[in-house]
């Protein structure tokens, strides 16, 4: 794979734009590597410093987004020997659903179903404004909530540290909003019902790229589903929206065959 064009406007730009995502130690190592050429990179530093100056470039119209995607592939960050190697299964999760279900807590239950971090579902419930008229990224004035008989989408708009979150996605239910605390859930969650909410998260990446490759949805999708730092940009933004709405209807088709919703 070329590597991707690098001179001093290019490089200043970048840092420019850098400084909008990161802190400015982070935006500073990565200008001093994009700097430097260091092609391929082998380091997660490096790879990660590549994989932001390709979507700069593609955000100022040096690439297309063909070579955007090309370029996403070739730039995977390796990942450990032991992660994504467990299968979460079905019945876990089916157990998990239940006990929350017997609590009183279905609303969080489908809610973690979307792939949602649980401090991103507490913001959202504790603020709930559903019909509040907001802009959407990249897109015009709608209400936070759409509906359709199928998922339910939630504009929350939102960045905690390194975590943001544009979007919960969660399988048709009515939510009312409703005050309660991250640390009180949590305890709630694992220490009463014995449940851990995380593998809620790993359970939905692992069957929405599973649903994705299967219907040929690119995983831009599943990335916007879970809340992932995106690259793409403008009216590819919401053509992955879209992707991403499809994608979702699949999977609560596919969580309902299993008595899950």
Not at 21 to 34: F, L, S
Not at 78 to 103: C, F, H, L, Q, W
Request: charged share 25%; hydrophobic share 35%.
């Amino acid at each position: 794979m070329p590597m991707p064009v690098v001179d001093n406007s290019l490089v200043q730009g970048f840092g420019e734009w850098l400084l909008d995502r990161v802190t400015p130690e982070t935006a500073r190592d990565y200008t001093n590597i994009i700097s430097k050429k260091q092609w391929p990179p082998r380091r997660r530093s490096h790879i990660r410093a590549w994989r932001n100056y390709v979507k700069y470039l593609f955000g100022i119209g040096q690439i297309t987004w063909e070579q955007l995607q090309h370029y996403n592939l070739f730039l995977k960050t390796p990942t450990s020997k032991k992660s994504g190697e467990k299968r979460v299964e079905d019945n876990i999760i089916m157990d998990y659903v239940k006990s929350m279900r017997d609590a009183g807590y279905t609303d969080i239950a489908f809610l973690l179903l979307g792939g949602a971090r649980l401090k991103h579902i507490v913001l959202m419930l504790n603020d709930y404004k559903p019909g509040e008229i907001v802009k959407h990224p990249y897109g015009s004035f709608e209400p936070r909530l759409y509906c359709n008989n199928i998922f339910c989408r939630y504009y929350l708009g939102v960045r905690l540290g390194s975590k943001y979150c544009d979007y919960i996605y969660y399988p048709f239910i009515k939510i009312s909003g409703k005050h309660i605390e991250y640390k009180k859930l949590k305890d709630i969650l694992n220490k009463q019902l014995g449940i851990s909410f995380k593998l809620f998260r790993k359970y939905t990446n692992q069957r929405l790229e599973e649903i994705a490759r299967e219907n040929n949805i690119r995983l831009d999708a599943v990335n916007l589903i879970l809340t992932r730092e995106l690259s793409v940009t403008g009216s590819h933004y919401l053509d992955t929206r879209n992707w991403a709405d499809r994608l979702f209807s699949v999977y609560v088709e596919y969580l309902k065959e299993r008595g899950l919703v």
